[in-house]
Every structure is written in structure tokens, then in C-alpha cells.
């Protein structure tokens, strides 16, 4: 397959690379590895789509899940937060040296859960992508990079100066033509494999680099708008960035290899299925876990006697929060009584299903730790 584009000399010097036009005649070079992997990634769409059956509350394991996403993509990019400092801000218990950053995760997961409503209304467009470009550079490092504006600039990948670059994407007004043929695609009756699309969208996408930050960011939430709008996912579950992070090398160099090399697209989609693949088997294991762990929790707090009602209500609370602290406690069970509270409390922790976590006598805090734990490869 020929190459998907070429470095150009521009008139101030430097070369910038410029996209043939997108797709192709022939988008892809089908092999037996290709086709296999394709068959593997579907079949593990098929088992994600049914975790309804496996988890008794989908919704809570979502919740979490978009969490653990929003973590990863955001230090793929260089975030320090961790999902812990995360779910600790949300109920507003972050730690005193907690890291600034945080709020990168706030944006993304708010960015991730307005496109997804917005696709109900609005097609998968350029319009939509800027909206939640916007979202996610609300307030925090690049706000200042024109959110929500395709950049009017040369930008580029790596290297402290163009000409050092590992990569240096279309200038502007190539860019534009770019990104047009790429909406274009979005839509058009390309009989192609929605994975294959999706695999497409996400490195055409990061090649055209079309915004002056956060387009990482927003290249991963393309993966999964694209598949909820093809209804190939029947609930927002499909996160690739733990295969990104944990294969980072790879999966910045099977990016340059789709832009460079002869067998770059063919090499760059068995990359991407075998992701597909991972991280749906990935959620089917966690979603099996988390539902084992919440029947054994749910068998230990139904012995809890006379408090086994408020005892359970407080459980089932814990999948939204699970980090509290006293006061917090109070508010998710109705108990006024202090007394009461650290009663409940010290059930929790003597049952090994809550764990404190300052190691002080006063204002002390606690985690749902195997929860957690099921979601994050942090040391907790």
C-alpha cells in the first residue's frame, strides 16, 4: 500500500507533512493476521456488550470505568494525577500535596460524558469535536491554545524545535483539506469493518493534529464516539488508553509507521485490534471481580445485624464514592449521630472493606481499597 502522505518543503523552510487524500482507493491490504485479529476484536466486543448480564449494576462499574479512562489518557499526556487523586478531589478530600493537575481529569471525564449525550442530537462532526476540544482545555494547561478552534499555526510532535521534531503535522491550510476528507469519513458508506473505521479515524486524526493542544485527548474520545454512534458498543465501555499507556513506545511508533511506512496502515490497525481485543477482555475480568467482590461484601454487611439495612444502603453508595470521611458518611446513610456514624464505620474497617488512609487519629479518611484497587495498577 503506498504511503499516506509525504514531507513537503515549506516556503519559511521547514517541512511539515502533507496527507495524500484520505481514504485511499484501497484503505487497507487485507492479510490472514489482519483478518484474525479483526475476528478476536469483534468477539471481545460481542462479550463487552453483554456485561450487563455479568455486573448487577452496570452503571456504577461504568462510572468508575470512565474514571480509570480519563486517568490514563490524560497521563499518556503527561498528567501526574492518578485516578486515586481523582476520586479523593470529587468528594472534595484531596490530599493537602495532591497534584495540580487534577482538574485535566475533571475536563476529561466531563468532555467524555457531554459528547456522549450530545451524540443524541448531533452527528459525530467537527462541530461536536471542538465543542468537547473546548471542554477539555477548560481551565487548565493549554486554555490559552484557542479551545475549540482548529489551530491557524504550524504545530508539531516532540523535539524543544520544528526542526528537531519527531513529527511536524499539515500546516494550517493543508490541515483544513484534511480534516475535511476525514469528517467526510465519518459518514460515508466505505464498506469497511467499524473497528477498521475506528482504527483509521483515531490515526488519521493524531497525523492531522488539528488543534494546538489536547489533541490526544481528543483522538481517544474519538475511538469511542465513533463506535456508540455505530452502535457497535451498546454502553460507552471500550477505553483503549491503558493499552497505549502500558505500550506506549509502540503505540507512538505504529502511529509514525501508519504516516511513513509501506505496510504502516496494515501494521498500525493489527496494533489497534489487538487493543480492542485487550481491553475488552480487560473490562469483562474486571466486571466478573467487581461483582464478586460486591457479593462477598454484600454477604458480610447483610451480618451486621440491626444496622444490616443502613450497612447495605452505605455499601451500594461507597461504587460512586469510595473515599469518605465521617461527615461525607453521614450525608450518604441519613445517620445524624456521630457516635452512629463511627460505629458504622468501625464495622467497615474491622470487616477489611473499609481501610483508612491518613494514618491519623483525627479527621481520618477511608477508601473502598479492593475496589479501587480492581480499576488502578497504583500502589493503594
Not at 463487552?48 to 455486573?55: C, F, G, R, Y
Not at 463511627?342 to 488512609?357: D, H, R
Request: charged share 25%; aromatic share 12%.
Amino acid at each position: 500500500m503506498a504511503k499516506i502522505g509525504i514531507y513537503r518543503q515549506q516556503p519559511t523552510g521547514y517541512k511539515a507533512f502533507v496527507p495524500e487524500p484520505f481514504p485511499s482507493s484501497v484503505p487497507v491490504e487485507w492479510d490472514n493476521d489482519l483478518i484474525f485479529l479483526l475476528s478476536l476484536a469483534d468477539r471481545a466486543i460481542g462479550k463487552l456488550n453483554a456485561i450487563d448480564q455479568l455486573v448487577p449494576d452496570v452503571d456504577f462499574f461504568i462510572f468508575m470505568y470512565v474514571r480509570k479512562e480519563a486517568a490514563l489518557s490524560s497521563q499518556i499526556e503527561g498528567t501526574q494525577a492518578t485516578l486515586l487523586d481523582y476520586v479523593k478531589a470529587e468528594v472534595k478530600l484531596a490530599d493537602d500535596r495532591a497534584p495540580s493537575d487534577v482538574d485535566e481529569i475533571k475536563n476529561y471525564i466531563e468532555a467524555m460524558n457531554y459528547g456522549l449525550n450530545r451524540l443524541g442530537t448531533l452527528p459525530l462532526s467537527w462541530r461536536l469535536v471542538k465543542e468537547i476540544h473546548a471542554k477539555l482545555l477548560k481551565g487548565v494547561r493549554g486554555e490559552h491554545k484557542t479551545p475549540g478552534e482548529f489551530r491557524r499555526s504550524q504545530n508539531w510532535i516532540g523535539g524543544p524545535t520544528i526542526e528537531t521534531a519527531v513529527f511536524v503535522p499539515p500546516p494550517p491550510h493543508e490541515m483544513q483539506e484534511a480534516a475535511s476528507n476525514l469528517e467526510k469519513f465519518f459518514h460515508d458508506a466505505t464498506k469497511l469493518p467499524p473497528l477498521i473505521k475506528a482504527g483509521l479515524i483515531h490515526a488519521q486524526f493524531e497525523t492531522i493534529h488539528p488543534f494546538l493542544d489536547g489533541n490526544g485527548r481528543t483522538g481517544r474520545l474519538l475511538i469511542t464516539f465513533y463506535l456508540c454512534q455505530e452502535k457497535i458498543l451498546m454502553r460507552p465501555l471500550l477505553y483503549l488508553s491503558e493499552f497505549f499507556k502500558k505500550n506506549r513506545r509502540d503505540y507512538y511508533d505504529k502511529l509514525n509507521d501508519y504516516r511513513f511506512s509501506e505496510k504502516g496502515t496494515r501494521d498500525w490497525l493489527k496494533f489497534f485490534l489487538e487493543g480492542v481485543r485487550f481491553v475488552s477482555e480487560e473490562a469483562v475480568t474486571v466486571a466478573k471481580n467487581i461483582t464478586k467482590l460486591h457479593q462477598e461484601n454484600v454477604r458480610i454487611v447483610s451480618g451486621f445485624g440491626r444496622n444490616a439495612e443502613t450497612a447495605l444502603k452505605f455499601l451500594n453508595a461507597l461504587y460512586r464514592k469510595p473515599v469518605v470521611d465521617a461527615a461525607l458518611i453521614g450525608k450518604m446513610t441519613g445517620i445524624t449521630s456521630k457516635a452512629n456514624v463511627s460505629a458504622l464505620i468501625e464495622k467497615f474497617v474491622k470487616a477489611g472493606i473499609l481501610y483508612e488512609i491518613t494514618g491519623k487519629a483525627r479527621y481520618r479518611r477511608f477508601l473502598y481499597r479492593d475496589y479501587v484497587r480492581r480499576f488502578s495498577d497504583e500502589k493503594i
